[in-house]
């Protein structure tokens, strides 16, 4: 079985990003770039899956500018066999739905048994790409997994999903999407060595003309901006003086 | 091969569809995806059609419910009369969606919209919503819109990115359906008279319902941690506790603390990845986004995955022996000390819950 894992590149976690004076984005020159941290997990649940000899091979896709290659490249490193990247000229337009077609398309072209993505971007915060192409592909769906487990037998995958309120587990048969959660594992380091084979490693460039999706926008981003500033707070020196302000100041017990 | 020829077909008249649209835009219809447990529409469904209202003012609300048998007629009884918008009741009655799965679901909701032809399809965004609504929206071949906190108008929303460090003012500018998911703390429910005649409850017909993806996906079971406390997602006060708590003992006087003042409890990823509490408390980007009255965070630092869980809340309270912790930058109130001094100090002297 093959699997194919879909990773996004953003800009990176711990980074406080800033809104561009003329309110039409958030400011990404310069800025330092990663791996999405849930796609890490997504990427390092399908390596394991590999060497536990459930899966032949893991395939690495993004969509994106030229520099998604570098994000591929650490995917690479981290142990994916090959990568897929499917180049876009208009990348402020790959919208999730088109994220999901261009997905679909590499699904029925490489045939996995299995496609496993991050329950979101930490960029868009959507939380839709999974879901919509399991939709497109007609295909189950496993989001928020926790644990996942593979039984090669009957073909199905446990999934152990974090819903409102507890665990949900479901039992899904493959092929099948699979959005990852932060608890479902730890994702590895790429070592110095992997990083120089990953360079030999091939990845295949593809445009979405020719996996025939047209990229569509249905959104108009009108503008961006910060979020309403709190005004300051106090510092208190006592529990007393806290119980005080919350009671008469704040009015809130 | 014919199915091809009559979507192109369409294609070709979508100039004729956008004339429609323009003559129609003022007739607002609304499908709003509702949770129900234990017989009682889940309030963050509530809040949805709260949401619903801020579309238009002439919004016909329609509420769809699936489950299966006593229950779900007594959630549709509930849901009759839960909020005076509600112009009907859809109620998908079937062994099929005894558990609340998104296969099911997107199909269900894809075949209640080919019939219907809402403008606009809402549920709110928790873990129900989201599973499902994104599957409903590729199924119908339209971009979704999630965690939706402000409504201007029927087709512009503002909504959080960058775990809520810039605000994204969006144009849905695609064809009908507009689907999105809301953040139930941005639509509050106000309190308000009851209706005195309920909305008409009518069957959902599943005559037609294709079934073969739902073999595909099967529930085996859940489980789900029982408290007394009110629900963390909207609690009027919160507690939450990070790493400074060091033990899961420890987190034991968190949980004292807000038994007493009839608090909910939430914990930092730090926490729960320490293993002192399950991560359905977790509060923040990824885990749940609150908004109550009163948030108290104890041992926590206020990293900015945290910070978009909790920065709606109006009076924050932070205690943290770290007088540079980034938390004290969003507080109202903040006290630097040590918290196993000063929680037993607060348990002593807070007031009992009302």
Redesign the interface.
């Known amino acids: 079985m093959k699997i194919m894992v879909a990773i996004k590149r953003v800009?990176d976690?711990?980074v406080?990003?800033r809104?561009k004076p003329d309110k039409s984005g958030?400011e990404t020159k310069n800025v330092k770039m990663s791996m999405n941290p849930f796609c890490e997990i997504a990427l390092e649940e399908a390596l394991k899956i590999r060497e536990a000899g459930l899966a032949s091979e893991v395939v690495a896709v993004s969509m994106g500018p030229t520099q998604c290659v570098d994000t591929l490249r650490t995917s690479l490193a981290m142990g994916a066999d090959r990568a897929i990247h499917v180049e876009s000229s208009s990348s402020d337009h790959l919208?999730?739905?088109n994220v999901?077609k261009l997905l679909k398309a590499l699904v029925d072209a490489e045939k996995p048994g299995l496609l496993i993505l991050g329950?979101?971007a930490?960029?868009?915060?959507?939380?839709?790409?999974g879901?919509?192409?399991?939709?497109?592909l007609?295909?189950?769906?496993g989001?928020?997994a926790?644990k996942v487990v593979l039984d090669k037998e009957n073909q199905t995958a446990?999934v152990d999903?974090?819903?409102?309120?507890?665990?949900?587990?479901?039992?899904?048969?493959l092929p099948?999407v699979i959005t990852t959660?932060?608890?479902l594992n730890q994702p590895r380091y790429a070592t110095l060595p992997n990083i120089m084979k990953a360079k030999s490693k091939p990845i295949k460039k593809v445009t979405p003309e020719e996996l025939n999706v047209h990229i569509?926008?249905?959104?108009?981003?009108?503008?961006?901006?910060?979020?309403p500033k709190?005004?300051a707070?106090?510092?208190?020196s006592?529990?007393?003086e806290?119980?005080d302000?919350?009671?008469n100041e704040?009015r809130?017990? | 091969m014919a199915v091809g020829v009559i979507l192109r077909a369409f294609r070709l008249r979508k100039p004729c569809f956008s004339l429609l649209e323009t003559t129609t835009t003022r007739f607002i219809s609304t499908l709003v995806l509702a949770e129900h447990e234990g017989g009682s529409i889940k309030s963050s469904s509530i809040s949805s059609v709260e949401a619903a209202k801020c579309l238009s003012k002439d919004n016909s609300i329609s509420l769809l419910l699936a489950g299966s048998g006593p229950s779900l007629q007594q959630a549709a009884t509930h849901a009759a009369l839960c909020h005076p918008l509600i112009s009907q009741v859809l109620v998908a009655d079937s062994d099929k969606f005894i558990h609340p799965l998104a296969e099911g679901w997107a199909n269900l909701v894809e075949s209640v919209q080919k019939k219907d032809g809402y403008t606009h399809i809402l549920a709110a965004s928790g873990s129900f919503g989201k599973n499902i609504l994104p599957r409903a929206a590729a199924l119908l071949d339209v971009s979704p819109l999630s965690d939706v906190i402000e409504i201007s108008g029927s087709h512009q929303f503002v909504r959080p990115i960058y775990a809520g460090n810039a605000l994204c003012t969006v144009r849905y500018t695609g064809e009908s359906p507009c689907l999105l998911t809301i953040r139930a703390p941005s639509f509050p429910v106000p309190a308000s008279e009851p209706r005195s005649t309920a909305a008409p409850i009518t069957q959902v017909d599943l005559s037609t319902f294709g079934e073969d993806i739902l073999k595909k996906s099967r529930f085996v079971k859940r489980s789900s941690q029982e408290s007394e406390r009110p629900d963390l997602g909207n609690a009027r006060i919160v507690v939450t506790g990070g790493r400074g708590l060091k033990s899961a003992e420890n987190f034991k006087m968190i949980e004292k603390l807000a038994e007493k003042i009839g608090a909910a409890v939430g914990a930092t990823r730090a926490a729960v990845d320490a293993g002192f509490v399950p991560n359905e408390l977790q509060v923040g980007q990824t885990g749940k986004i609150v908004a109550p009255e009163l948030y108290m965070a104890f041992g926590v630092s206020g990293a900015i995955q945290h910070l978009a869980g909790m920065r709606d809340s109006k009076v924050i309270v932070a205690v943290n022996k770290d007088a540079d912790a980034p938390i004290f930058q969003v507080a109202d109130y903040g006290l630097v000390g040590d918290l196993f001094e000063i929680i037993p100090e607060l348990l002593e002297k807070l007031p009992e819950k009302k």
């Open positions: 800009v976690y711990a406080k990003v809104v958030v919208y999730p739905l999901a329950k979101q930490i960029d868009d915060d959507c939380n839709q790409t879901q919509m192409v399991a939709g497109l007609n295909w189950p769906q989001t928020f926790s446990t999903r974090e819903v409102d309120g507890g665990i949900e587990t479901l039992c899904l048969d099948a959660d932060l608890r569509r926008s249905d959104l108009d981003v009108v503008e961006v901006s910060e979020p709190r005004k707070g106090v510092i208190l006592s529990v007393d806290l119980i302000k919350l009671k704040a809130v017990i």
